[in-house]
């Protein structure tokens, strides 16, 4: 997908892009690192003390699930292990980016949006470990890729507010996705958006390319599976009615995505299930990621 002009001048015109903070962007760098130890990485969010608080309330909470209590960064590293506390990091600062924005709530509830970005990130996940004996998926990237998917739909909201207004207004009125809406509205989607936004922030291929692609995964040159299990996360929660609103129409699933990923519909129904339990716990992690 190329750079589009519209984007590239209407974005020219925005102060302040958002760039992902130094602590996450070194995290991202670190981790992949072979030498790098559990220390290394709570000596880098410790600098950071209102992440550190965070962090802890993170891994103490119900989302993760840890029978005894994590009294330090240190330990928490060590018991959830160096990618899970990443994914807790780039998750909390990609919060903190954009934060609640009451103007707009009544078209665009931002909390709901959120909700929406978790599930994702938590059925991608799900998914991801049930195929990943036939298909190599980091569950943390994949959680990360959910996460992620619509970050172009705030920035949207937050920097080309009133356009991005009509498009969500066109895509109730002409019963079309928000993506077909943006594309009408705008010329570019969330996803171009996506695009130019994860430039500077150097994150993995499989974290990245399904933010871009999620809704043309046939698109994707590489990492096509990743793209896929996310686009099919991405359906799946607008089927368990966790969508910004119930208004906007649900994309369709790119036919041969289920085969194409191994998975069977008894393992979609699965997948579902148990994800619904889990609902109670997004709620948890959101409120402490925005406190
Ligand atoms: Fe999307
Ligand atoms: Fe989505």
Not at 99 to 105: L, R
Not at 160 to 179: G, M, P
Request: aromatic letters at 8%.
């Amino acid at each position: 997908m190329k750079m589009n002009e519209l984007l590239l001048d209407k974005i020219q015109h925005v102060a302040n892009l958002p760039t992902l903070p130094q602590i996450a962007s070194h995290l991202i760098h670190v981790i992949n690192d072979p030498l790098t130890s559990a220390s290394d990485v709570a000596f880098i969010i410790g600098q950071d003390l209102s992440l550190s608080a965070k962090v802890l309330r993170l891994a103490n909470s119900a989302f993760y699930g840890i029978p005894r209590s994590i009294t330090n960064i240190n330990n928490a590293v060590v018991i959830l292990g160096i990618k899970v506390i990443n994914t807790m990091v780039l998750s909390l600062t990609v919060f903190d980016l954009f934060p609640e924005d009451k103007k707009s709530k009544a078209i665009f509830d931002r909390k709901k949006f959120w909700l929406h970005s978790l599930s994702c990130g938590v059925i991608s996940k799900f998914l991801a470990a049930k195929v990943k004996k036939l298909i190599l998926f980091d569950p943390e990237e994949a959680f990360c890729a959910g996460l992620l998917h619509d970050i172009g739909k705030v920035v949207m909201e937050q920097y080309l507010h009133d356009d991005f207004q009509k498009a969500l207004a066109v895509s109730v009125e002409e019963n079309c996705t928000l993506y077909e809406a943006e594309m009408k509205v705008f010329g570019f989607s969330h996803c171009e958006v996506a695009e130019w936004l994860t430039q500077s922030w150097s994150l993995p291929f499989d974290i990245q390319l399904p933010m871009i692609y999620h809704h043309t995964p046939q698109d994707a040159l590489q990492c096509q599976e990743i793209v896929l299990l996310c686009h099919l996360a991405d359906i799946i929660c607008y089927e368990t009615g966790m969508t910004i609103d119930a208004k906007f129409r649900a994309p369709e699933l790119q036919p041969g995505t289920i085969e194409t990923l191994k998975l069977t519909t008894a393992d979609i129904e699965e997948v579902k299930n148990v994800y619904s339990k889990e609902l109670e716990k997004l709620t948890s992690f959101l409120e402490i990621a925005h406190n």
